[in-house]
């Protein structure tokens, strides 16, 4: 089973910036799609991003679309968020996620294994 573990979280003001990353762990071999997830306080969590294993494919929540970018160093198995121009509605615990298969997926039900997450805290 592979480990993820979430890093980069933090306190931003409104229109900043943050770079999240994903490091994985363990038995990190064959191919695998990954993905991001967000859960605001009190709500559900939700989808943000993925991107396949070649990084040929990615898929972006309409809420963060132009504003996300989500990459991958196969090589060093991190895969990052960089989150530019953040608003408050972007306050969340994020989550990475890894695929269940190389092709990218908006399902989380396509996830096998999970971070615990980062907390990311957008001020206005």
């Known amino acids: 089973q592979v480990q993820l573990v979430e890093s980069g979280g933090g306190l931003v003001q409104a229109g900043g910036s943050l770079r999240l990353s994903c490091a994985a762990s363990?038995?990190?071999?064959?191919?695998?799609?990954m993905g991001w997830f967000r859960q605001p306080p009190g709500k559900e969590r939700e989808f943000v991003t993925a991107i396949s294993w070649s990084s040929t494919t990615t898929y972006y929540a309409d809420s963060v679309k132009g504003r996300f970018s989500i990459s991958r160093d196969n090589a060093k198995n991190i895969v990052y968020l960089q989150m530019n121009s953040l608003t408050p509605e972007d306050t969340a615990l994020y989550y990475c996620a890894q695929g269940r298969w190389a092709l990218a997926s908006m399902d989380d039900h396509e996830y096998t294994n999970w971070g615990q997450g980062t907390q990311v805290t957008v001020s206005s």
């Open positions: 363990g038995r990190t071999f064959g191919q695998y799609s």
